[in-house]
């Protein structure tokens, strides 16, 4: 997965937060007019987001003269891929994984232990270790209400 620009990122930020799964998607005037406090001209953001289109980063639709533009998947799945390519630049992923794991917070460890339990095919509170939000709880805070996943975007890796 491709690594963002700070504008590349801005962005991003907000095709994800002002296109919702279900939405068409935004035109590029859209965009420029929600990146506040940014002097941009219209053809900076055009551009940026024809090279996100190109990095498959966003989707893209004609409509008329103009395009509309909707991430191509959750900012959720973009940082977990990111995770994913940081364990692949070498070394033990083993190793780094147990770091990881060392460093989060209590709450962190929950959501991790109950993704894993989900993974493991367990619910409820073996899954969680004793936590009574289960699976559901994480499903909802990650996919979003029933786990339905935004459109375009893969349930696996």
Do not use: C, N
């Amino acid at each position: 997965m491709t690594r963002l620009g700070d504008l590349e990122r801005a962005v991003m930020d907000v095709l994800w937060d002002v296109v919702p799964g279900t939405s068409d998607g935004v035109t590029v005037r859209e965009v420029a007019d929600a990146l506040d406090g940014r002097e941009l001209a219209y053809t900076t953001v055009m551009t940026v987001l024809d090279r996100l289109a190109g990095k498959g980063m966003v989707q893209r639709e004609r409509e008329g003269r103009a395009w509309r533009y909707r991430p191509a998947a959750s900012r959720e799945a973009h940082i977990a891929q990111l995770m994913l390519d940081a364990l692949d630049l070498g070394g033990s992923r083993d190793a780094a994984l147990v770091r990881f794991a060392h460093s989060v917070t209590g709450t962190e460890a929950e959501v991790l232990r109950a993704a894993l339990g989900s993974e493991a095919g367990l619910t409820g509170p073996a899954a969680t270790g004793g936590d009574p939000g289960g699976t559901d709880a994480l499903t909802d805070r990650v996919d979003g209400p029933a786990g339905r996943r935004p459109a375009g975007e893969a349930a696996e890796r």
